[in-house]
């Protein structure tokens, strides 16, 4: 069934995939910024043109993320050390996607773009969270992510603002049950499943993901 799934994201993305590469072969960029541009135009189909995310593609705001951070996880992905779980439908789309940027430059040159895109600000979708009861939850996530969701390189842990609610809430879900953060080649997914099995139920996934999204705009 998980060969199956990968080759069936792989098939969706065939074309795509042809199309893009035909473009980055007509002429060579100029520069990282043009490269990075041309790169970006497969990720648009899933993340949006402004790289605002789509639910429905199930595919994250990612506009204004960290170079550092996008670049990571694209080797990550790149590698099979994330997204290969078969209930990962998301991560499953993600692999065959990172697998046409061809170099280390390629990768460095599409993150650095994604960076430089105006920070997404999602509207709220999730009802019946409480931004009080979660500040406190949220307090094992400051040493890795910060107190307002400004993410820490030092701990590769990303920034949380600008993230939609619905994608923190599924992601968070995701390592509860074990769909990430079981991968020993991942250790800060590892850290991470740890982090979330402390979340109790529902209603605390609700209320930190509540409490993270008071912190739009910072």
Not at 3 to 8: A, C, I, L, T, Y
Not at 112 to 131: D, H, M, R
Not at 152 to 173: A, F, H, I, R
Not at 202 to 218: E, L, P, S, W
Request: proline share 4%; hydrophobic share 40%.
């Amino acid at each position: 069934m998980h060969n199956q799934r990968v080759k069936r994201a792989t098939r969706t993305t065939g074309i795509a995939l042809a199309l893009l590469l035909g473009m980055a072969g007509a002429g060579t960029a100029s520069a990282d910024d043009d490269r990075g541009r041309v790169l970006f135009d497969l990720c648009k189909q899933c993340h949006g043109p402004d790289g605002g995310g789509m639910e429905l593609s199930l595919a994250p705001s990612i506009a204004g993320l960290d170079a550092w951070y996008v670049e990571s996880q694209l080797k990550m992905f790149k590698a099979g050390n994330r997204g290969m779980h078969a209930d990962d439908l998301g991560g499953l789309r993600m692999y065959p996607m990172s697998l046409w940027l061809a170099s280390d430059e390629d990768i460095a040159a599409v993150a650095k773009y994604v960076g430089s895109l105006p920070k997404a600000e999602p509207a709220s979708t999730i009802e019946g969270g409480n931004a009080m009861a979660g500040k406190e939850s949220y307090k094992v996530c400051i040493n890795c992510h910060g107190a307002a969701g400004e993410g820490n390189q030092t701990m590769n842990s990303p920034p949380l603002v600008g993230l939609s609610d619905w994608y923190l809430k599924t992601t968070l879900e995701k390592f509860k049950s074990g769909v990430r953060g079981t991968n020993p080649k991942n250790p800060n997914e590892m850290l991470m499943r740890g982090m979330a099995l402390s979340l109790t139920d529902d209603q605390a996934i609700k209320d930190v993901v509540a409490h993270i999204m008071t912190f739009r705009g910072n």
